[in-house]
């Protein structure tokens, strides 16, 4: 449930993330009379700025292409109920004077009743800094405190053990919400309702007709400007280990007793532990070289020379249980490719030959980004006077059949899940020591933790990865000839 009486505070107010992300959401709930009828947000960096120019840098991604005029006085009124506070992150007096903004906005209440929700849009040198000092200053006795944090989760199995066993000695595990966008995006949330509500899948869901899956993420941009950042964690660390892999277990998991958020993350955990921790064998790295104008990884200022950081990876997942026993599960990611695009490839086996020679697979694509859409292959009759079979799809692209639905941000949907209590699209602690047991030992063996650090193989940006990807996949029993 909603609550009323509710501030937002979002730490890291100035950075990327809360400018890009984190504002725009809120403003999309708050246009569309999704937030608790009084809130407040407060935002806090240690940026010195006044009002004015925070409002600026709040707003700075807040789409408005028309100019329509109600959207412009929705973000004035938007502006009316969000105020900034600057302070440190490590220095207590700094959340003293935050205390008394937040106590300040409270004392025009009507109720005793006061709700704090604390977005740490931080990077993760100040995450534990600031949980901690948040507990002791800013923790609201009368009412529901609830903390939102980002990954990075730490960088392998004992350092996220590390980190989450500092936040628990604050934060009880009902009050954190760990945040995996990709759990919020429209897509993805399809997935339970796709795979158990339609008996025509399910039954045909599992090994004996299922041959590979493949999910890809692709972006046809570098880490221009971010590579300090993501030298230190690749591809693996960003995508792979947290999205892919929260996609593979909905796609995987038995069915849960219900839709309620324990009983949905129980069977996701199950599945995760059901896969075996990956080897180098099944695992390709790629980095991106200059192509098409465009600078190559190593030519970015703020990554290191010679680092051998992937930013492309392909990766085999082999789950051991009685449903999905010997199919391959290749993720992929890849940043500087020449596409932007999400999508899961459920490829199914090929039918006996006989009197069908050359025939193609059926195969369910479920495009998340973007233009979300689901569409299925099959083989019909070619229509005339022939017996001749046709590969053709049943297509359900979002935008053309819910031409009238407004699909959500994948951050609006998650803080209206967190401001409302539901855990079912948050990472629950359980299911992230799994996923790191999962990738601990490929990413050991990446940071040359046993050995020499592997080379990635070079990709030119812009092109579809590195060209030794059509063996891997092959390997794997994918068919290339069903795209496009
Ligand atoms: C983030 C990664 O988690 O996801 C970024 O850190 C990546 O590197 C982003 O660009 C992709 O998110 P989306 O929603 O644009 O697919």
Same mark, same amino acid.
Request: aromatic share 10%; proline share 7%; net charge negative.
């Given at each position: 449930e909603l609550r009323n009486n509710t501030i937002i505070i979002v730490f890291g107010a100035s950075g990327d993330l809360a400018k890009k992300k984190t504002f725009p959401a809120l403003f999309g709930l708050y246009r569309d009379g999704f937030l608790p009828e009084d809130v407040k947000i407060v935002g806090y960096a240690r940026t010195k700025m006044d009002e004015a120019e925070f409002y600026k840098r709040a707003t700075q991604y807040i789409k408005n292409p028309d100019d329509d005029p109600a959207i412009s006085n929705k973000i004035d009124e938007f502006k009316k109920i969000s105020t900034y506070v600057s302070g440190g992150y490590e220095?207590?007096? @700094?959340?003293?004077?935050?205390?008394?903004?937040?106590?300040?906005?409270?004392?025009?209440?009507?109720?005793?009743?006061?709700?704090?929700?604390?977005?740490?849009?931080?990077?993760?040198?100040?995450?534990?800094?600031?949980? !901690?000092?948040?507990?002791?200053?800013?923790?609201?006795?009368?009412?529901?405190?609830?903390?939102?944090?980002?990954? %990075?989760?730490?960088?392998?199995?004992?350092?996220?053990?590390?980190?989450?066993?500092?936040?628990? !000695?604050?934060?009880?595990?009902?009050?954190?919400?760990r945040i995996d966008h990709y759990l919020g995006k429209e897509m993805v949330k399809n997935i339970l309702i796709l795979r158990f509500a339609n008996i025509a899948l399910s039954s045909a869901w599992d090994k004996n007709s299922i041959s590979n899956v493949q999910i890809t993420f692709k972006e046809p941009f570098g880490t221009e400007g971010r590579g300090g950042y993501f030298d230190e964690f690749g591809i693996i660390r960003d995508?792979? !280990?947290?999205?892919?892999?929260?996609?593979?277990?909905?796609?995987?998991? +038995?069915?849960?007793? @219900?839709?309620?958020?324990?009983?949905?993350r129980d069977e996701k955990v199950k599945v995760l532990r059901s896969i075996r921790p990956i080897v180098p064998h099944d695992t390709l790295l790629g980095q991106?070289?200059?192509?098409?104008?465009?600078?190559?990884?190593?030519?970015?200022?703020?990554? %290191?020379?010679?680092?051998?950081?992937?930013?492309?990876?392909?990766?085999?997942?082999?789950?051991?249980?009685?449903?999905?026993?010997?199919? %391959?599960?290749?993720?992929?990611?890849?940043?500087?490719?020449?596409?932007?695009?999400?999508?899961?490839?459920? !490829?199914?086996?090929d039918v006996a030959k006989g009197i069908f020679q050359d025939i193609s697979r059926n195969?369910?694509?479920?495009?998340?980004?973007?233009? +979300?859409?689901?569409?299925?292959?099959?083989n019909l009759k070619t229509p005339g006077l022939y017996t001749r079979a046709l590969p053709t799809e049943m297509d359900l692209t979002y935008k053309r059949r819910f031409s009238d639905n407004k699909i959500p941000e994948a951050y609006e949907a998650l803080i209206l899940d967190a401001l409302k209590g539901d855990h079912s699209n948050f990472v629950r602690h359980d299911e992230l020591d799994v996923a790191w047991k999962i990738f601990t030992p490929i990413l050991h063996w990446i940071d040359g933790k046993n050995g020499p650090r592997p080379k990635p193989l070079p990709y030119p940006y812009g092109s579809r990865?590195?060209? +030794?990807?059509?063996?891997?996949?092959?390997?794997?029993?994918?068919?290339r000839s069903l795209e496009g």
């Open positions: 220095d207590d007096p @700094s959340f003293e004077v935050l205390e008394n903004r937040l106590k300040g906005i409270e004392s025009t209440y009507n109720s005793n009743e006061r709700n704090r929700v604390f977005y740490l849009a931080l990077p993760p040198s100040v995450f534990i800094p600031v949980a !901690q000092r948040v507990k002791k200053y800013n923790y609201a006795t009368d009412g529901v405190n609830r903390i939102i944090v980002e990954k %990075p989760f730490g960088k392998d199995l004992e350092s996220s053990r590390e980190l989450l066993g500092a936040l628990k !000695q604050h934060w009880t595990e009902d009050e954190t919400f995508i792979l !280990q947290n999205h892919l892999l929260q996609v593979l277990s909905i796609l995987t998991m +038995e069915r849960p007793v @219900s839709f309620a958020a324990e009983d949905v991106y070289v200059a192509a098409n104008g465009k600078p190559g990884y190593l030519d970015d200022d703020t990554v %290191p020379p010679h680092s051998t950081c992937p930013t492309y990876a392909a990766t085999t997942l082999w789950i051991d249980n009685p449903r999905w026993d010997g199919v %391959p599960f290749i993720l992929k990611a890849g940043k500087a490719l020449n596409e932007a695009k999400v999508e899961v490839r459920i !490829q199914f086996r195969e369910l694509v479920l495009r998340i980004q973007p233009s +979300e859409a689901v569409y299925l292959k099959l990865g590195p060209k +030794e990807i059509e063996a891997f996949i092959k390997k794997c029993d994918y068919t």
